[in-house]
């Protein structure tokens, strides 16, 4: 791959959705896109702007009514929970960034090649009928919706914020169609994402669930990705992987307690990343969720293009460094999930 072959989805107009003072998901967080975007164009990439998102691909996940009220926020500053605030350019803004996934979406799958969306305000909790965690349309669930709407029927969504993205597996926890896949903080904020939460009716083994303790660093997240992430997308067999790539796991974050390093991100993320270009036919997308150290945010940033747009290594090595976090989660996810993934069975003995 080379980034002749990456399409980087990014604008200067994400810093128009504002927040109050001292609040995490603040518009600098938009400055720093827009920097590693300019370098990577500055170095040979190729950055698009996005175009905003169809009310028809919006509403593939959230229902019309909610729909009505984040188009009442326009021109105004409304707080639509403890969280999560609009501003007068909010939903312009946020349509943006739901456009950027689906216009991600549509180059990976016609050209088979990988996308990367930076956007803001992040997605992954926004639920069909109600704005929260900093997120107001959830811009990885569009994109997986989109994905189906042109004819893919099986897509796989892989998150790894430090926070469990309760919005996705809403949407479709019912859906056999979509596989989400989440490592998360857990007990921590939205409160969901247990083991046991394995999905529902047809949905059922679809969502797959890894919860870690706090402390959870490079070598748990490296181990629960081979034990368990890539063990069941390979049964799965998935068309696209998308990836919720929010950046919050990092040792430097301040909303966080896991410790991953910028190192960490990018092992994790050319494992998933290799796999979509070995089984996938290179369809990848990754949008950008969580991340609240600037710092920690743009050497991330800058990582992921650089692993997206390099050759695959021949060989990837495990992370070496304790694994006592994932280890004390694979038996709970192993018990959880063996009936639907028989390749997980061992980890329940």
Not at 277 to 300: H, P
Request: hydrophobic residues 40%; proline residues 5%.
């Amino acid at each position: 791959m080379s980034k002749a072959d990456v399409l980087l989805i990014s604008s200067t107009r994400f810093i128009n959705h504002e927040t109050p003072t001292g609040h995490p998901e603040q518009p600098a967080r938009a400055t720093v896109m827009t920097r590693v975007a300019e370098r990577w164009r500055s170095t040979g990439g190729r950055v698009v702007e996005p175009t905003p998102a169809e009310t028809a691909a919006l509403v593939r996940v959230h229902q019309e009514a909610y729909l009505e009220e984040i188009a009442s926020t326009g021109g105004r500053r409304v707080q639509l929970d403890p969280d999560t605030y609009a501003s007068p350019e909010t939903e312009v803004v946020a349509r943006l960034a739901a456009g950027a996934a689906v216009s991600g979406v549509s180059h990976a799958v016609e050209k088979q090649s990988p996308a990367v969306a930076f956007v803001r305000p992040p997605g992954h909790h926004a639920e069909s009928d109600r704005a929260m965690g900093f997120c107001l349309y959830n811009n990885a669930a569009i994109a997986a919706a989109h994905a189906l709407s042109v004819g893919l029927s099986r897509v796989a969504v892989v998150d790894y914020d430090v926070h469990h993205g309760n919005g996705v597996q809403e949407i479709f926890y019912e859906d056999a169609r979509v596989l989400y896949v989440s490592a998360h903080q857990y007990p921590f904020y939205p409160g969901t994402g247990a083991a046991s939460e394995v999905g529902r009716g047809e949905g059922l083994g679809a969502t797959v669930n890894i919860p870690l303790e706090a402390g959870a660093g490079d070598a748990d997240l490296d181990l629960v990705f081979r034990d368990v992430v890539l063990p069941v997308l390979g049964s799965f067999q998935p068309e696209l992987v998308v990836v919720s790539a929010g950046f919050d796991a990092h040792a430097e974050d301040p909303l966080g307690g896991m410790r991953l390093s910028t190192e960490g991100f990018a092992a994790i993320t050319r494992r998933l990343f290799t796999f979509a270009v070995q089984r996938c036919g290179s369809r990848f997308v990754l949008v950008t969720e969580g991340g609240y150290n600037l710092t920690a945010l743009e050497s991330c940033l800058e990582s992921i293009l650089e692993v997206i747009s390099s050759s695959l290594p021949e060989n990837l090595d495990p992370i070496a460094g304790s694994t006592e976090v994932a280890r004390a989660a694979l038996g709970t996810v192993g018990r959880a999930q063996a009936s639907y993934w028989p390749v997980l069975a061992r980890l329940s003995r």
